[in-house]
């Protein structure tokens, strides 16, 4: 399997801060990875796919980039509404792999 | 518009089997291309992805379990089942279904709510 190891495991920020979070892959996966923001309670939002395409509705602070197997996602300004858990995922090989998730809280 | 709904118990016994039931609308199964997925999550911990079944029948199963899941799907009634055998107090967690944007890039572009499982004697 391929595993998926996101950095670091949480975060304090405030609003209107610039965050990134990263993700490493065991091996290439190019660009085959998306990023999921999930608030309590919720079920995963799919935010980016194919490593930096943002999903339609999703607001263009965030942005992802990187291929291989090194891959960021940032907030340009973090908004209330950005404090959840996000998770990457890889889909080049089976079994879909997720991170262990990225905590951004006040 | 894709929905996803998760049924199911709330609640089974140790050594019991799981069966929960994902109905959906806004796509067919009998369409090429279109999948669903199941992917869990146990309390404050990571999601883990179970299996995937897609319209030509073609199942996928996550190696660590897929002696215990079986997913199968109902194309008349819009409805993909995944039962899971054997089931352990581990195994509690939150229960996802999702829909695959494709075959070939099998990331999650729609959610149901998910559904509650403990598992205790």
């Known amino acids: 399997d391929i595993q998926m190891t996101q950095s670091p495991s949480s975060l304090s920020a405030s609003v209107g801060d610039r965050v990134t979070i990263t993700c490493r892959a065991s091996?290439?996966?190019?660009?085959?990875l998306a990023w999921y923001q999930q608030k309590p309670e919720k079920a995963p939002r799919s935010l980016v796919s194919?490593?930096?395409t943002l999903q339609s509705g999703v607001p263009s602070r965030f942005s992802g980039s990187g291929s291989g197997t090194h891959f960021t996602l940032t907030i340009s300004s973090l908004q209330p509404e950005d404090f959840a858990t996000y998770y990457c995922?890889?889909?080049?090989?089976?079994?879909?792999?997720f991170g262990g998730g990225t905590r951004v809280e006040i | 518009h894709i929905t996803l709904n998760e049924s199911g118990p709330t609640m089974v016994k140790p050594t019991q089997t799981l069966t929960l039931t994902c109905t959906f609308s806004g796509f067919s199964l009998s369409t090429r291309g279109r999948g669903v997925g199941w992917i869990r999550q146990p309390p404050g911990k990571a999601l883990e992805w179970l299996a995937l079944?897609?319209?030509?029948?073609?199942?996928r199963y996550n190696p660590s379990l897929h002696s215990r899941l079986t997913i199968t799907k109902d194309t008349s009634k819009d409805q993909v089942v995944l039962t899971m055998t054997n089931m352990d107090p581990v195994d509690t967690a939150t229960y996802f279904c999702?829909?695959?944007?494709?075959?070939?890039?099998?990331?999650?572009?729609?959610w149901g709510q998910g559904t509650l499982v403990t598992v205790s004697s």
């Open positions: 999702a829909h695959p944007y494709t075959e070939e890039f099998y990331y999650f572009d729609y």
């Open positions: 995922q890889q889909y080049h090989r089976y079994p879909p792999t």
């Open positions: 091996q290439d996966i190019r660009n085959w």
């Open positions: 194919g490593a930096s």
């Open positions: 079944i897609y319209w030509n029948d073609d199942k």
